[in-house]
């Protein structure tokens, strides 16, 4: 499971928050530094990246304060952290100030485990925040989101769900706050329907076939419209790297046949429909870069870019263009 049944203290003077999944991180860190003010208002607070800290730094950081009361000292990314870095961490566990609280955020791996063995031998609580790998996590995920925002979710309604907004954590945390807002206290598949017709397929989906299509005024246009109304950015790059894969995947087999399309794609047959409009025009070479192109928005859009929006307008243009070239590329050759 991503987090422990039973949370640990929140003001242990060390605490270990680790694994894969951002969010489970971020919350968890923000839960001790929630608690930790509950007790003391004045707490005073430093995070630090590990990647390149110079050991002044943190020192000082971890150095008792002038004025007295709580501290809290969080350092991100420890699994990049310096050897020198790395050893004075341990050192500090080894005698830890009773004012100030510790907390070391690793993304999990292999990298600097002798830091997290360090710590956990000192009697770090820890926060486990292991990647969903499985269907059944990830509903159960979708089900207590929907309850920390006051609601509650059928069975179907959270496959649904799963089906239409994807694996990533934040989408769905989005998506089922979202979906309370909107439906009120129970979500039915229904409420989820209306809600991805609001939400994808008018906003990302509609970006998505707008794109695929070659139309880069209308992708545009649409894409910006989608923005305004505060589509999240996840939503509408999953949504146009859903339209890209899938036409790749129509197109990339010989036989037009919907029926035997949908048993190997295992997809509903509209949607095979759908793909086989969007992928005329389009090789597979030029797909293939297509497919590269959402890869790297995907990325953007989770914080690699500086700018989201611009990312999402700069691979609407990219994955238009391509369109275009490809259907001359291909006319030139008849």
Request: hydrophobic share 45%; with cysteine; charged share 25%.
């Amino acid at each position: 499971m991503p987090q422990s049944a039973s949370p640990p203290p929140p003001l242990s003077r060390l605490r270990l928050v680790v694994g894969e999944e951002e969010l489970l991180r971020a919350r968890a860190v923000s839960e001790v530094r929630a608690a930790v003010r509950q007790v003391d208002p004045g707490t005073e607070e430093h995070e630090l990246a590990a990647a390149g800290l110079p050991l002044g730094d943190l020192a000082e950081a971890l150095s008792p304060s002038l004025f007295g009361g709580h501290r809290l000292v969080v350092v991100t990314g420890v699994h990049e952290a310096a050897g020198a870095l790395a050893d004075s961490l341990v050192a500090y566990a080894a005698d830890p100030d009773p004012d100030l609280t510790l907390v070391l955020v690793h993304a999990g791996g292999k990298r600097n485990e002798a830091l997290l063995k360090a710590f956990r031998q000192a009697g770090a609580a820890e926060d486990e925040c292991a990647k969903l790998t499985n269907a059944g996590e990830r509903m159960t995920f979708v089900r207590n989101e929907v309850r920390r925002a006051g609601g509650r979710i059928t069975p179907d309604a959270a496959t649904a769900l799963l089906e239409a907004v994807g694996n990533d954590l934040r989408s769905l945390s989005a998506a089922a706050s979202q979906l309370v807002s909107d439906f009120g206290g129970s979500i039915d598949a229904d409420a989820v329907a209306r809600f991805h017709r609001g939400q994808a397929e008018v906003s990302g989906f509609t970006v998505a076939e707008r794109v695929l299509v070659g139309d880069q005024a209308g992708s545009v246009e649409m894409l910006r419209w989608a923005l305004d109304r505060g589509v999240p950015h996840v939503l509408l790059a999953d949504a146009i790297a859903d339209g890209v894969r899938t036409a790749a995947r129509v197109a990339s087999l010989s036989t037009s046949n919907v029926g035997e399309l949908a048993r190997q794609l295992k997809m509903p047959p509209w949607k095979v429909k759908k793909a086989q409009a969007q992928a005329r025009g389009w090789s597979i070479p030029a797909l293939q870069q297509a497919i590269g192109v959402a890869a790297e928005l995907n990325a953007d859009v989770k914080g690699v870019a500086a700018s989201a929006d611009y990312a999402l307008e700069r691979a609407v243009r990219r994955i238009v263009q391509l369109r275009q070239t490809s259907g001359a590329g291909r006319g030139a050759r008849r």
